[in-house]
């Protein structure tokens, strides 16, 4: 079960290998767990609702007689009964008549305490609970449900994570080309654990991904398979990771921001910004560019004039410029940049200075004596 996509896999021998063409997608929200009863499919979400998915002979769909609202934690299935665990350790059974589900008194049963249940494949008549000290097992004694044998101390081996684990990933694939991506992982990090994360375009040579999450690629590339390292150094925590984010970070122009204006004439949000400023003709004015991949960036001003920004290293280009003194008016701003490939890309960010009238240089001053 991965997310809302029920995936197959077939032995192949020497391993599992994922049947693409008999993955199912499930229209059930937050799926949590998933079970099978014969060619059926059983499904708990987050709010602890049983979906039942039949199977129509070339497609699945949810039979609403057979879903069950519940406050389930937990399933499992033989061939013949589900089995719901709920919060108050309460594992109701049910048998299904074709047309519905009814619950079996007789195989249901409480167990204080209860986190999982597995029922023991085509026999209805066990069932094991695990809770924190161990596994119990559960059997129908001919007028109901109880436990026949306990294994304590299981969760001990449980209480200590194992470092450090690999995670690696299918590949992804897209249709457009790419030489740069930026990853962004979301994760959680107590003290003393540590994720570590690489990417491989052809499955065998990993990069590690650094800081920065921009790895660059020799040659284009239009899949990628990801790869995990978990390390703790405290056996009682682990790190988690919740998901990765990839990026198609290709030559691109992200923004235009001012960073500074002398003699601001005023009416401008707080700097730096990225929106629109007024500025003040015969002043100068910071401004920084950042263009992803470009080695150089060209600022070209509707008024004719020309700037070629600096290079500040991580795809930063910055930049000084000013008005001539006796102009007012609009300014639309077009830039260009280019990489090392000979690609070339433009954006244009209209009137995105404005210059008002110079007060101060129309002001005659009279000394009257």
Same mark, same amino acid.
């Given at each position: ?57 070339? !497609? ?169 390292? !978990? ?117 244009? !960010? ?20």
């Amino acid at each position: 079960l991965d997310d809302n996509q029920v995936r197959v896999f077939k032995d192949a021998g020497n391993g599992f290998l994922e049947a693409p063409a008999l993955n199912i997608m499930l229209d059930v929200d937050n799926p949590i767990q998933l079970t099978t009863m014969g060619e059926d499919l059983v499904v708990l979400d987050h709010q602890g609702k049983l979906h039942y998915i039949r199977y129509q002979g070339s !497609f699945y769909e949810e039979d609403p007689a057979l879903s069950l609202l519940s406050d389930g934690i937990a399933i499992d299935a033989s061939d013949n009964t589900l089995y719901s665990l709920k919060n108050s350790g309460e594992a109701d059974a049910y048998s299904t008549s074709g047309s519905s589900f009814i619950e079996n008194e007789y195989l249901s049963f409480v167990h204080d305490g209860a986190v999982s249940i597995a029922a023991n494949g085509s026999d209805d008549q066990t069932v094991y609970i695990r809770d924190e000290n161990g596994v119990t097992a559960y059997m129908f004694d001919g007028n109901q449900t109880v436990p026949i044998t306990t294994i304590n101390g299981l969760n001990k081996a449980y209480q200590a994570y194992l470092s450090p684990r690999t995670l690696q990933t299918l590949f992804y694939h897209w249709a457009e080309e790419t030489k740069r991506i930026y990853v962004e992982p979301t994760m959680i990090l107590l003290s003393g654990t540590e994720i570590k994360l690489f990417v491989s375009s052809d499955g065998v040579h990993f990069t590690p991904v650094d800081a920065s999450g921009i790895v660059e690629f020799t040659d284009a590339i239009t899949q990628l398979m990801i790869k995990a390292v !978990f390390t703790t150094t405290n056996i009682l925590d682990t790190p988690v990771l919740q998901h990765i984010r990839v990026i198609d970070k290709s030559l691109s122009i992200e923004y235009l921001e001012t960073t500074r204006i002398v003699r601001d004439p005023g009416g401008n949000p707080p700097l730096p910004t990225k929106s629109p400023v007024n500025v003040t003709g015969g002043y100068n004015f910071d401004m920084r560019v950042e263009a992803i991949g470009a080695t150089d960036v060209l600022v070209e001003f509707s008024d004719g004039e020309i700037l070629h920004l600096v290079d500040q290293g991580e795809f930063i280009f910055t930049g000084t410029h000013h008005f001539p003194e006796d102009f007012t008016g609009s300014i639309d701003v077009k830039i260009t940049v280019n990489d090392d490939d000979g690609n070339v890309i433009e954006r244009d !960010f209209l009137a995105h200075y404005m210059v008002p009238d110079n007060i101060m240089n129309n002001i005659t001053i009279y000394d009257v004596k």
